[in-house]
């Protein structure tokens, strides 16, 4: 069993930043593909973001391609998302998700683990 805990979510002004972060127990974390998913009131889960097992990938979604940023720290058992330039319509609760090595796994949605999520509000 792998738990997943996200944190980092908040209130903040549109143009402002956040930084989410989740934290994972359980199965060794650098085996683990690890991304980041979101949904807003009425409307389905959307993929965000995911990084490979080894670091050496990642995907972004278009919606937030070049203002929001994956990365991961093994040695905290962390993988982190840094999101810039929010707007209103980044408004959602963004949930942590894990997947044994498989990334592809990740983009789909079809993940072995899956966080408590952390809710993300943007005011204009």
């Known amino acids: 069993q792998v738990q997943l805990v996200e944190s980092g979510g908040g209130l903040v002004e549109a143009g402002g930043s956040l930084r989410l972060a989740c934290a994972a127990s359980g199965r060794t974390f650098s085996s683990y593909a690890m991304g980041w998913f979101r949904q807003a009131p009425g409307k389905e889960r959307d993929f965000v973001a995911a990084?490979?097992?080894?670091?050496?990938?990642?995907y972004v979604a278009d919606s937030v391609k070049g203002r929001f940023t994956i990365s991961r720290d093994n040695a905290k058992n962390t993988v982190y998302l840094q999101m810039n330039s929010l707007k209103p319509e980044d408004t959602a609760v963004y949930y942590c998700?894990?997947?044994?090595?498989?990334?592809?796994?990740?983009?789909?949605?079809?993940?072995?683990?899956w966080g408590q999520g952390t809710q993300v509000t943007v005011s204009s």
């Open positions: 990084v490979s097992w080894s670091a050496g990938r990642t």
């Open positions: 998700a894990a997947d044994w090595r498989n990334i592809d796994a990740i983009v789909r949605g079809t993940c072995d683990y």
